[in-house]
């Protein structure tokens, strides 16, 4: 049994993540602000309040997990907001940025202690974020945030292979989920793929940006 610690778990990929993790046998803790009644329902251990974007709550994170060793992060709580240019809001903007770039690496560096050899770090990452991809434009601000979570995850994949812990980038695909508007493939579908992901995951294939679909992307 393994223990997994997922953020944005209240629905959603984040959601299917902790019903599938929990269903085969790890131990899983929810990390949120508010719980869902669904996540709830899951009867998993719940740390709620904690906002990924707020230092002071992802201290708060740090001080509730203590001693508790993590076989898995997985770094999931994440927004998307529209934007077009000549429109943009830029104040949208720097929240996904905290939300979906900072974010990642405030857990990620608050937990590093919980992480040991063998651990891994997972980031829901996007697609949307691959410079060499991005072959339609738009959604300016979630776009960069990814690509900023993409370069953060490099940089721990330096950071933390020294210490026996791989990194991934993973892109769930197109979700059918309340930030796509319903539009895509079942959560739980995606969470399937995700974890396959994960539990691939190794020193020699640490920093990469794959597919839950299984094949790497282009940065």
């Not at 539009?183 to 020193?203: H, K, T, V, W």
Request: glycine share 12%; hydrophobic share 40%; with cysteine.
């Amino acid at each position: 049994m393994a223990t997994i610690l997922i953020t944005g778990p209240n629905r959603g990929i984040g959601l299917e993540l902790c019903r599938q993790y929990n269903a085969r046998g790890d131990d899983v803790i929810a990390v949120c602000r508010t719980p869902s009644p669904e996540l709830e329902a899951l009867g998993l251990r719940i740390v709620e309040g904690i906002d990924v974007s707020e230092g002071e709550a992802v201290d708060r994170l740090r001080r509730e997990i203590g001693d508790q060793a993590l076989d898995v992060l997985v770094n999931n709580a994440g927004i998307l907001r529209t934007d077009s240019f000549g429109a943009i809001d830029y104040d949208s903007m720097l929240e996904q940025y905290r939300v979906n770039a900072l974010g990642p690496l405030r857990v990620t560096e608050a937990l590093a202690g919980n992480l040991r050899d063998g651990s891994k770090v997972a980031i829901v990452s996007s697609r949307v974020g691959s410079i060499a991809d991005n072959g339609s434009g738009g959604i300016y601000g979630y776009r960069a945030s990814k690509t900023a979570v993409n370069q953060i995850g490099t940089n721990l994949m330096h950071e933390l292979k020294p210490r026996g812990i791989a990194v991934a980038l993973l892109h769930p695909g197109m979700v059918a989920t309340e930030m796509t508007g319903a539009q895509g493939i079942a959560p739980a579908e995606a969470a399937r793929g995700l974890i396959a992901r994960i539990d691939a995951l190794s020193l020699e294939t640490s920093g990469g940006f794959w597919h839950a679909e299984g094949y790497e992307l282009p940065w």
